[in-house]
């Protein structure tokens, strides 16, 4: 039975979606403690930019963490959601601090390339901080978000949920909607507006047409059968024995 669990959970986590897309970008510069700032970016899924990076080496067992749900305190190996960014790598430049640890080191709008430990990948990771491990406290610390939700009216189906997946986003419940607009299987709306900025991994809603609606004696075309419907059909039916008195049924 636990060996169930455990193949159900990683199969869940495989398919889990919750990634930093490559070309999110995550502000560091909040809570800003020990002036930490910067703009981090993923330029793929084992490499990050961290550009303009502010922080004054204070405070004792200062990492750089990624982490998913902003969570980054249990990092150290129980989880498989949390990670030393740099554990045991030092960072550009700096040839002492073996694991990884950067606090004593003094950065002024430094531009530093990161490669993730092996077997690490930003479809892991949802957020990234400045963490200070001994007194759990993030110094500066933010979600990845991208920056652009793609425009995916109009698109048939299978193209929107390609563009999203594309894109770093989820597909998220298909809702069929009649339409007399839209063609048949193409997208007529979505959850999230096109160009807003919202979390890499955001499920994105859809929904999708059935075309117009064809339902019989549906006199309104609202693709609702009631009694507005029955009240045209007799008034038809009163009408047209009155003009045609010999025709069928108006005897
Ligand atoms: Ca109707």
């Known amino acids: 039975m636990k ?28 809570p800003g403690f020990h002036a930490v700032s910067g703009i981090v970016t993923v330029i793929d899924n084992n490499t990050i930019q961290i550009e303009d990076f502010n922080f004054d080496g204070g405070g004792p067992d200062v990492y750089i963490i990624l982490g998913v749900t902003d969570s980054y305190n249990d990092y150290s190996g129980a989880s498989l959601t949390r990670v030393i960014l740099i554990d045991g790598v030092a960072p550009q430049g700096m040839s002492d601090n073996i694991d990884g640890h950067i606090n004593g080191f003094n950065y002024f709008n430094e531009d530093l390339v990161i490669t993730l430990p092996a077997g690490k990948s930003m479809e892991n990771y949802n957020g990234i901080s400045i963490w200070c ?24 189906q299978a193209n929107a949920e390609t563009a999203l997946v594309d894109t770093g986003y989820g597909v998220g419940v298909i809702t069929p909607q009649y339409s007399e607009v839209v063609v048949v299987g193409n997208v007529i709306s979505q959850s999230e507006v096109a160009g807003s900025t919202i979390a890499c991994g955001t499920a994105v809603n859809l929904s999708v047409s059935l075309g117009p609606c064809v ?8 693709c609702v059968m009631n009694l507005l419907d029955l009240a045209n059909i007799a008034s038809l039916w009163i009408t047209d024995c009155y003009v045609s008195p010999g025709a069928a049924g108006c005897s």
């Open 3 to 30: 060996n169930i669990i455990c193949i159900s959970l990683l199969l869940s986590l495989s398919n889990a979606l919750y990634g930093a897309c490559v070309g999110a970008s995550a502000d560091i510069s909040s």
């Open 133 to 156: 491990d001994a007194v759990g406290v993030g110094f500066g610390q933010g979600p990845f978000v991208q920056l652009v939700v793609p425009n995916l009216v109009g698109m048939t």
């Open 215 to 222: 339902l019989q004696f549906d006199t309104n075309n609202d």
